[in-house]
Structure formats: C-alpha cells, structure tokens
C-alpha cells in the first residue's frame, strides 16, 4: 500500500504479485480458508487493476464471513480490506457504502479507529460520510 500511495506502480504490481501468490497458496491448502485471506486477496487483484477478480475474491470473502464463526471475528475486518480494494480502484463511492455498512456490524475492532490509522483512508478526509464515521 505504501508503493500505490507513492505512486509506485512498477513496486505495488510486484508486491501484489508476491502477496496474490502467498494467499492463493493458502487457499490451495483449504479452499474454505479464513475469510481475511479472501479479502486480502481481493487487495491483491484492485492493485493488479483486475476489478472482475477483485470482485470474485471480495465475494468469497463475504460468502466465508458470513459463517456465524466468522461473523464477529473477521466479517468488519474484510468489508474494511474490501472498502480498501474500491478506493485502489478509484470507486469512492463505492468505498464509502462499504465502510458504512461495515460499522453497523458488530466486532471486535473499532472501524472509526482503524480508519483513523490507515493512511489510504486519508483522501476521503473532508467527506462528510467519512467523517461521520471517524466521529461515531
């Protein structure tokens, strides 16, 4: 992330590469892998500019996050790993439906913390949306 934040893109196709190999690798091993590996993975694919994957992987990760095991152990973590894919990919809004969504769900991390954190959330700074969710 910090190489697409530079405007990088010769170094975040290689680490998206390398990251897409390590969890496809995972999935290999336990196709029903844990949801964030999923999630991840669709990072991956935004950071490659292939939205048709991305939106593959963001849906297993939903389909495996929905698991009542899952639900409040990782479903927020992977909507925010997915609200990040749509940001990669330009898709603002798209982004921010996902991030409100997601704080209406119950979990074990403070999203409105998280957000505060990553610095890809930093250019929806000054959004009244985002705002409202940095300040729930």
């Not at 690798?25 to 949801?35: H, R, S, T, W, Y």
């Not at 590996?37 to 389909?63: P, Y």
């Not at 609200?83 to 798209?94: D, M, N, P, R, S």
Request: aromatic letters at 12%.
């Amino acid at each position: 992330m910090i190489h697409f934040e530079r405007d990088e893109s010769d170094q975040w196709i290689l680490e998206a590469e390398k990251a897409e190999s390590y969890l496809t690798g995972m999935i290999k091993d336990n196709p029903k892998a844990e949801p964030i590996v999923w999630s991840l993975l669709s990072i991956c694919h935004a950071l490659q500019n292939d939205r048709d994957e991305m939106l593959r992987t963001l849906e297993k990760a939903r389909e495996f996050s929905r698991d009542p095991f899952w639900d409040f152990l990782q479903k927020q973590n992977c909507e925010f790993h997915i609200a990040i894919a749509y940001l990669v990919l330009g898709e603002t809004e798209k982004a921010l439906e996902t991030l409100e969504e997601a704080s209406q769900l119950k979990s074990s991390t403070y999203l409105n913390r998280e957000l505060q954190l990553w610095f890809i959330f930093d250019r929806l700074r000054g959004n009244p949306r985002f705002d409202a969710l940095l300040e729930e």
